[in-house]
């Protein structure tokens, strides 16, 4: 697993449609489907690592949400990273996450 500051949008692409278990500190843990990868602009900043992106969770079937925070999130072959969530509403399938990587 790369370090969190060096992982880029080309990480997550062939992910997208995946299955990324949140751990919720000792509650049960949330699964988040991985909906979208999008850049946030058209190129690497000067002296920035990486070009933004965010990424797009969805929990399907459920319509309530967890507040903003930092999680643990584990995924099959990319492993486990702690990324700040935050919820930004339902859909027609379930409540949708997203997490901002600058």
């Known amino acids: 697993m790369k370090e969190l500051d060096r992982l880029t949008k080309e990480d997550f692409d062939p992910y997208v449609g995946d299955v990324f278990e949140l751990d919720r500190g000792g ?11 999008e850049s946030l602009s058209s190129g690497v900043t000067k002296g920035a690592p ?24 584990l995924h099959v072959e990319l492993g486990t990273m702690d990324v700040f969530l935050v919820p930004i509403g339902p859909d027609e399938v379930g409540m949708r996450y997203e997490a901002v990587f600058t």
């Open 50 to 73: 990486r070009t933004p992106f965010s990424l797009t969770f969805r929990s399907p079937g459920e319509r309530r949400h967890v507040e903003q925070h930092i999680f643990t999130v």
């Open 27 to 37: 509650a049960a843990t949330l699964s988040l489907e991985l909906v979208a990868v």
